[in-house]
């Protein structure tokens, strides 16, 4: 997959339909009001294209990029104490 059709801003500009699958359980309005809040934090550009159907592709800014490093560490981290994060969660709600 080249740049271009790269799923996930960042990598290239991204159409909205494009999104990958953890997305899914996501509603429209809920998507659209996260990426606008994004792109008014800098996080993210937005291009709208003016065609039939409308098309709209998302990219990551240098800001936003600065990101990928730092959420990697945390997924990295869950990953690692996922586990422990779920017996004290099931511990918390046996003595609840």
């Not at 500009?13 to 359980?25: E, I, N, T, V």
């Not at 490093?69 to 104490?81: I, L």
């Amino acid at each position: 997959m080249d740049r271009q059709d790269h799923p996930l801003p960042g990598a290239g500009a991204a159409p909205l339909h494009r999104a990958p699958d953890p997305l899914r359980g996501i509603t429209p309005k809920v998507l659209t009001e996260s990426l606008r809040a994004m792109e008014r934090d800098g996080l993210l550009t937005r291009t709208a294209y003016d065609e039939i159907p409308p098309r709209v592709e998302y990219e990551l800014t240098e800001l936003g990029r600065s990101l990928i490093e730092p959420m990697n560490a945390g997924c990295e981290w869950s990953r690692k104490h996922l586990s422990e994060l779920m017996r004290a969660r099931d511990a918390w709600y046996a003595s609840s």
